[in-house]
């Protein structure tokens, strides 16, 4: 693959660095002011200002590869810019670029019926309301997809959805309309991986019960947040079911190959951000007798970080130039490495430039606190580490075993282990 970025993307990244230069950075405390005031769940003006400054930029959607309703851009492409919306954390949004709309509006775009993309997508892609994904349960693992338990059951011309989710990521936001909620369809079908199904759930429907927003490390993420939600005998057409009964999985494979590498883009930003806030606090502060900068300790961890960055980002761009040319089912393999990589080396950075902060890298007056909670938190979403590396490890050990017999080890390694 080449490594040297097409003319389209450096034109956009050089337009979107002057944005950030001039709207984002300069906001940032005003953002968070915003959210301070009043109801914490309800819109900044900030942001719906951005957006419509961003929007005449020709800075909007700038995901959907593969779609006359994006920016035309590959995952390649789009990856760098990404990258530079994450050294924010809230400036996805200005771009209509954030998690979880993008990947709800790549399986809309990808698995909807026109009608759903009319009434759902097209407003998704105006910015005008948002979305959220209901996965995860918090009554089984959900790292084994197939033990989740929500139930959707046919009853004439609807479906009945009874479950619990959590996790939900952008449900307390009251611009949030639209769920797709992934459940059990059929849940005596002989094959684990097509019990399930996806469904379209608006948020207005009766027995749709948000219980409460989840915090992270104390965070509530607000006006965005994290929700747990009890599906009440909910009731919708028949015709909200995505691609068909048993299809879940394959959905959840097409979402959550984007979504994942996503997540690492923007992780990348939010390490070189914390990588230079590093550098900067190192070079302002004296102890004992010379700048931090000048200590041993401080100079061998500013050049592992850069290491761990570059290391990270090489990683996705291959990643992302193998979704674009072979698929991403050829590039599980690599979606998966980046998934592990980028998270902790995320993690690592950021908490080396809290440590070089002191105290203050522990308070809100530098953001690395923040930057960190969303860090280690993307260890366990989409999918966490510990899944990643078996498969990674499966993956590699079918190169000399072959794909059926490292399943039938892992089988029997299963059964000595449970006996």
């Known amino acids: 693959m080449s490594f040297e970025y097409s003319d389209k993307t450096l034109d956009l990244m050089k337009r979107l660095n002057a944005f950030m230069d001039e709207h984002i950075y300069p906001n940032e405390h005003r953002f968070l002011a915003e959210v301070a005031e009043g109801d914490r769940w309800q819109p900044t003006t900030v942001i719906e200002e951005l957006k419509t400054k961003a929007r005449t930029a020709g800075l909007w959607n700038l995901f959907l590869p593969g779609s006359e309703r994006g920016a035309g851009l590959t995952n390649l492409e789009y990856a760098p810019l990404c990258e530079i919306m994450g050294r924010v954390i809230w400036a996805p949004e200005v771009f209509n670029c954030s998690a979880p709309d993008t990947g709800n509006m790549e399986v809309l775009e990808r698995y909807g019926t026109e009608a759903q993309k009319k009434q759902w997508l097209e407003p998704l892609l105006n910015g ?33 959805i009874n479950g619990r989710k959590w996790w939900t990521s952008g449900a307390n936001d009251p611009r949030c309309k639209i769920f797709i909620v992934m ?41 965005h947040g994290h929700a747990e939600i009890v599906f009440d005998q909910v009731r919708v057409p028949a015709s909200n079911i995505l691609l068909g009964e048993g299809r879940g999985f394959e959905i959840a494979q ?96 950021i908490d080396w430039a809290m440590q070089v902060h002191g105290a203050g890298g522990m308070t809100d007056d530098f953001g690395l606190s923040y930057a960190y909670a969303q860090a ?18 499966k993956m590699e050990l079918a190169k000399y075993a072959g794909k059926d017999a490292i399943r039938n080890y892992m089988s029997a390694s299963s059964s000595v282990s449970r006996s």
């Open 376 to 393: 280690r938190t993307l260890r366990l979403a989409d999918g966490p580490d510990e899944v990643h590396r078996n498969s990674i490890g």
């Open 254 to 349: 097409g979402r959550l190959g984007p979504g994942r590498i996503h997540h690492c883009m923007r992780l990348i930003g939010l390490a070189e951000r914390a990588l230079e806030k590093m550098c900067q606090r190192s070079l302002q502060r004296v102890a004992f007798g010379k700048p931090v900068a000048a200590q041993t300790v401080t100079l061998e961890r500013i050049a592992e970080s850069r290491i761990l960055i570059d290391s990270a980002r090489l990683l996705t761009l291959k990643a992302a130039y193998m979704m674009d040319t072979v698929g991403n089912k050829i590039a599980a393999k690599e979606i998966a490495m980046i998934k592990v990589a980028a998270p902790n080396m995320a993690c690592q950075v």
């Open 128 to 160: 005008e309301i948002r979305s959220a994904f209901a996965m995860t349960e918090p009554e089984v693992a959900s790292s084994d997809a197939t033990n989740i338990a929500c139930s959707i059951r046919r009853d004439g011309d609807e479906y009945v």
């Open 183 to 223: 459940g059990k369809s059929d849940p005596d079908n002989p094959s684990r991986h097509s019990q399930q199904s996806m469904i379209l759930v608006p948020r207005d429907t009766e027995g749709v019960n948000i219980l409460r927003h989840l915090p992270v490390f104390g965070y509530d993420d607000a006006p």
